[in-house]
């Protein structure tokens, strides 16, 4: 099978996972193996959104450094050798017309405005583009993709190219890649880490976000015959168990900086509480519509809507909004608007993210929890709690949360008393991040953040190497030029 593995950027989960992958088609026997990277074919992208020169001779070195550990027959490329001519002038001639970079901007079915508004948002966390306009990010990516587009577009064509690897997918270059492989219908595989230790997922022609992918992947590691269920049911639970002490597992704790057991002062917890966990919903702000919210503007009107719901027609009920943490230090309207609404009526409060409180000790008070999305809404289904889903989530078809079929079910569902739902739909998610997946044979990585392929951690450099990126950054912040030293 001809196959291309493509790892553009300076990540080392990405690329150690992607050097897997090539050992492992080498292994398989492939019939011609092509590994691409951008090789500093542009100087801005996800991972180096100031155009840092350094950065650009770092990520180069990097997968430079580590392809040395791979063996066997593959042909190495880079972006600018699959990019002609006649891609710029296409990529001119589309952005002449373009004035400001939108979700809604497509080049054929390629959605060239979120491959470069994902990374920005994720980057930024200016989720409404506030700032767009100011930072020339957008639109340089945005550009940088098409022609990515276009020239991997080309070489799959003309190679005759029948499977492409990649990691996430999400950001900038990758999705180009990926709109591309759909166009053409040719065979994408898109990995991601489940957890530390070298545990690798596999979506196949589809973004890692799809809902319905990721439910597959949950449901088939839960109907494994061969772990008895009361197995299943222990390693699921012991996951939730884990969270709540704060321990990280596949992604960073937000609750070891809070106080155990402290509760917000002020609120008589004697009444009927209802706990809304708003989301930090950065990742999924550019992913298509599979997030489209199906009853609300966006979370910000649904919490509105929440409120004013509460407050003017229980007001003897509390509304306690627990603003998720990842949002301390921000300040865009998207987190104003919600700051603002503490005591907009007497029954509302909101805890700020900044704010000791303790997540599980307010969930502990909850007669049932809202939720946007957020991963509480699994936890708190886990813990007994009646849970409201109001948007899109990852757990959206799983039946842990009560779901309003259309806008016109939501109260209903924010008045009537609620049964939790069965344990063991949470708990599958549970087994899911703490024993699904693939156990890869060359890529390990100790917590979230060391990688390390064959053994040998990536972001390895020679004295030579570091001593060069040292130089690039004084002479760089001396002429402000960029400069471009080549390693291959």
């Given at each position: 099978?001809?196959?291309?593995?493509?790892?553009?950027?300076?990540?080392?989960?990405?690329?150690?996972?992607?050097?897997?992958?090539?050992?492992?088609?080498?292994?398989?026997?492939?019939?011609?193996?092509?590994?691409?990277?951008?090789?500093?074919?542009?100087?801005?992208?996800?991972?180096?959104?100031?155009?840092?020169?350094?950065?650009?001779?770092?990520?180069?070195?990097?997968?430079?450094?580590?392809?040395?550990?791979?063996?066997?027959?593959?042909?190495?490329?880079?972006?600018?050798?699959?990019?002609?001519?006649?891609?710029?002038?296409?990529?001119?001639?589309?952005?002449?017309?373009?004035?400001?970079?939108?979700?809604?901007?497509?080049?054929?079915?390629?959605?060239?405005?979120?491959?470069?508004?994902?990374?920005?948002?994720?980057?930024?966390?200016?989720?409404?583009?506030?700032?767009?306009?100011?930072?020339?990010?957008?639109?340089?990516?945005?550009?940088?993709?098409?022609?990515?587009?276009?020239?991997?577009?080309?070489?799959?064509?003309?190679?005759?190219?029948?499977?492409?690897?990649?990691?996430?997918?999400?950001?900038?270059?990758?999705?180009?890649?990926l709109?591309?492989?759909?166009?053409?219908?040719?065979?994408?595989?898109?990995?991601?880490?489940?957890?530390?230790?070298?545990?690798i997922?596999?979506?196949?022609?589809?973004?890692?976000?799809?809902?319905?992918?990721?439910?597959?992947?949950?449901?088939?590691?839960?109907?494994?015959?061969?772990?008895?269920?009361?197995?299943?049911?222990?390693?699921g639970?012991?996951?939730?168990?884990?969270?709540?002490?704060?321990?990280?597992i596949?992604?960073?704790?937000?609750?070891v900086?809070?106080?155990?057991?402290?509760?917000?002062?002020?609120?008589?917890?004697?009444?009927?509480n209802v706990?809304?966990?708003?989301?930090?919903?950065?990742?999924?702000?550019?992913?298509?519509?599979?997030?489209?919210?199906?009853?609300?503007?966006?979370?910000?009107?649904?919490?509105?809507?929440?409120?004013?719901?509460?407050?003017?027609?229980?007001?003897?009920?509390?509304?306690?909004?627990?603003?998720?943490?990842?949002?301390?230090?921000?300040?865009y309207?998207?987190?104003?608007?919600?700051?603002?609404?503490?005591?907009?009526?007497?029954?509302?409060?909101?805890i700020?993210?900044?704010?000791?409180?303790?997540?599980?000790?307010?969930?502990?008070?909850?007669?049932?929890?809202?939720?946007?999305?957020?991963?509480?809404?699994?936890?708190?289904?886990?813990?007994?709690?009646?849970?409201?889903?109001?948007?899109k989530?990852?757990?959206?078809?799983?039946?842990?949360?009560?779901?309003?079929?259309?806008?016109?079910?939501?109260?209903?569902?924010?008045?009537?008393?609620?049964?939790?739902?069965?344990?063991?739909?949470?708990?599958?998610?549970?087994?899911?991040?703490?024993?699904?997946?693939?156990?890869?044979?060359?890529?390990?990585?100790?917590?979230?953040?060391?990688?390390?392929?064959?053994?040998?951690?990536?972001?390895?450099?020679?004295?030579?190497?570091?001593l060069?990126?040292?130089?690039?950054?004084?002479?760089?912040?001396?002429t402000?030029?960029?400069?471009?030293?080549?390693?291959?």
């Amino acid at each position: 099978m001809r196959t291309l593995v493509f790892s553009p950027y300076l990540s080392s989960l990405f690329n150690a996972v992607m050097l897997d992958r090539l050992q492992e088609e080498i292994h398989a026997g492939a019939e011609k193996l092509y590994f691409l990277s951008c090789f500093q074919t542009f100087d801005i992208c996800a991972f180096n959104k100031t155009s840092e020169s350094s950065n650009c001779y770092y990520c180069e070195a990097n997968i430079v450094n580590s392809l040395k550990l791979v063996e066997g027959d593959y042909e190495v490329l880079r972006l600018a050798q699959l990019i002609a001519p006649e891609d710029r002038v296409m990529a001119d001639d589309f952005f002449s017309n373009v004035t400001d970079i939108r979700h809604d901007l497509y080049f054929e079915t390629f959605d060239v405005g979120e491959a470069a508004i994902s990374p920005y948002i994720t980057r930024t966390r200016d989720k409404n583009l506030v700032r767009e306009n100011k930072d020339g990010f957008l639109r340089q990516v945005s550009y940088n993709s098409l022609l990515v587009y276009l020239g991997v577009k080309r070489f799959l064509q003309e190679h005759q190219i029948e499977k492409v690897i990649f990691f996430n997918g999400r950001l900038d270059y990758t999705r180009s890649v990926l709109r591309a492989c759909q166009a053409l219908s040719v065979d994408c595989y898109l990995y991601e880490r489940v957890r530390p230790g070298g545990i690798i997922e596999c979506f196949h022609n589809v973004l890692p976000h799809t809902i319905e992918a990721r439910q597959a992947l949950i449901d088939e590691a839960w109907n494994d015959p061969a772990v008895p269920q009361e197995e299943k049911m222990r390693i699921g639970s012991n996951y939730y168990e884990r969270k709540r002490k704060g321990e990280v597992i596949i992604a960073r704790s937000f609750v070891v900086a809070q106080e155990k057991n402290r509760l917000p002062a002020g609120i008589d917890f004697s009444r009927k509480n209802v706990v809304l966990y708003n989301s930090s919903d950065d990742e999924i702000a550019a992913v298509g519509p599979m997030y489209k919210n199906p009853f609300f503007e966006g979370q910000e009107d649904g919490t509105q809507y929440v409120v004013d719901f509460y407050g003017k027609n229980f007001p003897e009920y509390n509304l306690i909004i627990r603003m998720h943490p990842n949002l301390k230090g921000l300040t865009y309207h998207y987190v104003e608007v919600i700051r603002s609404l503490h005591q907009k009526y007497p029954n509302v409060y909101v805890i700020a993210p900044e704010s000791e409180v303790d997540t599980y000790a307010l969930l502990d008070t909850a007669w049932k929890v809202i939720s946007f999305g957020t991963s509480m809404g699994l936890e708190a289904s886990f813990w007994g709690k009646p849970v409201v889903l109001l948007a899109k989530a990852r757990y959206f078809y799983a039946d842990v949360a009560y779901v309003p079929a259309d806008r016109a079910g939501v109260d209903a569902l924010l008045t009537d008393d609620l049964a939790p739902k069965d344990k063991a739909n949470p708990v599958k998610f549970g087994y899911y991040y703490l024993n699904g997946g693939t156990k890869a044979r060359y890529f390990f990585s100790k917590g979230l953040n060391q990688n390390y392929f064959k053994g040998q951690p990536m972001k390895k450099f020679t004295l030579k190497q570091k001593l060069i990126n040292r130089a690039i950054k004084v002479y760089t912040r001396l002429t402000k030029k960029k400069v471009v030293i080549r390693t291959f």
